[in-house]
């Protein structure tokens, strides 16, 4: 039975195993997304509506496509990845009275993120949420293989017996190649071979034997991804969508051209949404780029941003020639396949295809969708719901009891840029100078009156000088928590242990780590605990954990 926590936020719920907190109290939204969550701004994401939380069983669009053609092609793709309930899903999908949750993200080495496994929890766990309210929904994650950012999909962080530790492929050994056509290459054994001698047996080593048969040098980064996440969910993974898939596509074509065709009324589009999110404050996600298109074409191995040229014309990024609009019709025609959408079209366009119900995202890509959804004004595309995934933190029994001994400060201690001197300080008592301050300052105060008798125009050295007071004393308080929290040295090391089970490396646990650290870690059933215990609520939930046999101690 679920409890809550007392907080003066309510931020903070607990189960018997699994804490959520807050992502405000946790530090884990940016200011764009912290405004929407508060129920500001929200305009800026109009025609797009944002889901709150709350919602138990919100009533979701169900925009009207053939998605006949495209489940065809996802059962035939899901059951060659292994997912075993890819025919009855597909049949789902073909359904036009079947609502569409879509989350996405690029493969990357051995799963990529460890967020990418909970998005795709997280669209599950929508899907049946919705489905069980009378909703029929199904889940479907879209695997961006043309993307090609070599440094973000060549590199994983696991956790090994002395902590956490970077692998990576080298080299980018073809750049701008998209990870759809990449295989792992030669310099993957060396990755393996370091990792079955940090496994040598047990449960880790098993897990070992399942990825290496999915990674290997000759694999291609997307089948290996769509593997492993068929392979950790079973029958509730989502429908996984290679976004290289020929069927996937065709129906991509009509999209493409309209993106051309409405070349210019787009880039409007988005630089009015642009100036818009200045004129409040707001930094764009993605860096304004006025006459870029949102459309990348692959070209001699390499898959370059289109940028109009005049009217009639283009350039590919990187290179000087010029080239007619009118080839880059003809492509569309007859290979869409090298042309695809980039970050601020993809989700135009996967709604148009999939009709899509609900866009499961992070706080990064909610953080650029105002940008985004320009493309789906222009175009006259039905916008669906947007939602925050959740958020997980895997930690060990140990370091659970060293979380739950800092009590409500817990959270505060887990934010990325937690003060974390000043923490510890606040948690050994007030400060004497803090305690000193208030009255030390009245005593200021009350030199004002005597003072303004004396001479009316002291007002302004009077409040200078209280300012420098105030602001001496905190300076002082500052320092001398400071000195305190480093007395508890004892303290202080449980602190440092549990911040580096959460913030691997110095980064957030389930941006550094990589999907494959979650079996190799925790054993191979781990993935279900995560179905079992994450929620829709976009929280950061934290989860216990033992570690597998033959790892115990790691991190």
């Known amino acids: 039975?679920?409890?809550?926590?007392?907080?003066?936020?309510?931020?903070?719920?607990r189960r018997p195993d699994t804490l959520r907190i807050a992502l405000e109290r946790a530090g884990r939204l940016a200011p764009l997304p912290a405004a929407?969550?508060?129920?500001?701004?929200?305009?800026?994401?109009?025609?797009?509506?944002?889901?709150?939380?709350?919602d138990e069983s919100p009533e979701l669009p169900c925009p009207q496509v053939d998605r006949t053609a495209l489940a065809a092609a996802l059962a035939d793709a899901n059951a060659a990845y292994g997912h075993p309930a890819a025919a009855g899903l597909a049949r789902r999908l073909a359904d036009p009275a079947t609502r569409v949750i879509v989350t996405g993200q690029q493969p990357g080495l051995f799963g990529g993120p460890l967020y990418s496994l909970v998005k795709a929890i997280g669209a599950q766990l929508w899907a049946e949420k919705l489905s069980a309210a009378g909703q029929p929904a199904v889940a479907v994650f879209w695997v961006a293989t043309e993307d090609h950012d070599w440094a973000e999909m060549s590199h994983a962080v696991l956790t090994l017996s002395d902590g956490a530790r970077s692998f990576d492929l080298g080299a980018d050994p073809a750049p701008l190649l998209p990870a759809g056509m990449r295989t792992f290459g030669e310099p993957l054994r060396?990755?393996?071979?370091?990792?079955?001698?940090?496994?040598?047996?047990?449960?880790?080593?098993?897990?070992?034997?399942?990825?290496?048969?999915?990674?290997?040098?000759?694999?291609?980064?997307?089948?290996?991804?769509?593997?492993?996440?068929?392979?950790?969910l079973g029958e509730r993974c989502p429908l996984l969508l290679d976004s290289m898939l020929p069927a996937l596509k065709t129906a991509e074509r009509p999209w493409l051209e309209r993106l051309v065709d409405e070349r210019r009324a787009v880039d409007a589009a988005i630089g009015a949404a642009e100036a818009a999110l200045a004129q409040r404050g707001f930094t764009p996600q993605v860096t304004p780029q006025p006459g870029a298109s949102p459309l990348f074409l692959l070209r001699g191995g390499a898959r370059r941003r289109i940028v109009w040229d005049g009217a009639d014309h283009f350039t590919l990024r990187g290179l000087d020639e010029r080239f007619p609009v009118a080839e880059l019709y003809q492509t569309i025609a007859e290979n869409p396949g090298v042309v695809s959408p980039g970050v601020l079209a993809r989700p135009a366009?996967?709604?148009?295809?999939?009709?899509?119900?609900?866009?499961?995202?992070?706080?990064?890509?909610?953080?650029?969708?105002?940008?985004?959804?320009?493309?789906?004004?222009?175009?006259?595309?039905?916008?669906?719901?947007?939602?925050?995934?959740?958020?997980?933190?895997?930690?060990?029994?140990?370091?659970?009891?060293?979380l739950d001994a800092l009590g409500e400060d817990g959270p505060a201690f887990l934010a990325p840029d937690a003060d974390v001197e000043r923490l510890l300080a606040r948690r050994a008592g007030e400060s004497f100078v803090a305690a000193a301050a208030p009255g030390i300052l009245a005593a200021v105060d009350a030199l004002r009156a005597p003072a303004m008798d004396v001479d009316s125009t002291l007002e302004r050295p009077f409040a200078k000088t209280r300012e420098q007071i105030e602001r001496a004393l905190e300076a002082f308080a500052a320092k001398l928590d400071a000195a305190r929290a480093r007395r508890e040295s004892t303290a202080r090391g449980r602190v440092e242990r549990l911040r580096s089970a959460a913030l691997p490396l110095g980064g957030v646990q389930e941006r550094t780590l990589a999907v494959a650290d979650l079996p190799l870690r925790f054993g191979w059933d781990a993935a279900q605990r995560l179905l079992a215990e994450l929620t829709t609520e976009p929280a950061l939930h934290v989860l216990t954990l033992g570690a597998a046999a033959g790892t115990e101690g790691a991190g």
């Open 1 to 13: 039975m679920e409890r809550t926590v007392s907080d003066s936020s309510s931020s903070v719920a």
């Open 36 to 54: 929407f969550r508060a129920g500001r701004e929200l305009d800026l994401l109009s025609p797009l509506r944002f889901v709150d939380s709350g």
């Open 190 to 232: 060396a990755v393996h071979a370091a990792l079955a001698a940090a496994y040598p047996d047990g449960p880790a080593a098993a897990a070992l034997g399942r990825l290496a048969a999915w990674y290997r040098p000759d694999a291609r980064f997307g089948e290996a991804f769509c593997r492993l996440l068929a392979g950790l």
């Open 349 to 402: 366009v996967q709604d148009a295809i999939l009709g899509s119900a609900l866009f499961l995202v992070g706080p990064g890509e909610l953080s650029y969708l105002p940008q985004a959804v320009a493309t789906h004004r222009a175009l006259g595309i039905a916008a669906p719901g947007v939602a925050l995934r959740p958020q997980a933190l895997l930690l060990e029994p140990g370091e659970r009891r060293q």
